[in-house]
């Protein structure tokens, strides 16, 4: 499993995370909501990035809120 950082844009701002999986097209298959990010953008401090790599989602992660939330957000 590769580590990617993400972004979930809500429309007024985003929320950053970092995602385990396979592949990029494996996240974009069950979360086309996501952004994946080649690389820490330039507003980020190094600790901010330090951080958010440091705790990864797992893509199947089925009990998971804030995945399951993306889910959710879906049917409304």
């Known amino acids: 499993m590769k580590k990617y950082l993400i972004c979930y844009d809500y429309g007024t701002g985003g ?7 396979e592949s990029k ?3 974009l298959v069950k979360y086309p909501e996501f952004n994946i990010v080649e ?8 600790n ?5 790599m440091a705790m990864p989602l797992r893509l199947d992660d089925e009990n ?4 399951n939330a993306i889910i959710n957000d879906r049917s409304t």
């Open 64 to 67: 998971n809120e804030f995945l």
């Open 48 to 52: 901010q990035y330090s951080d958010i």
């Open 39 to 46: 690389s820490k953008p330039a507003w980020m401090d190094d």
């Open 25 to 27: 097209q494996l996240i």
């Open 15 to 21: 929320v950053w995370k970092s995602l385990l999986a």
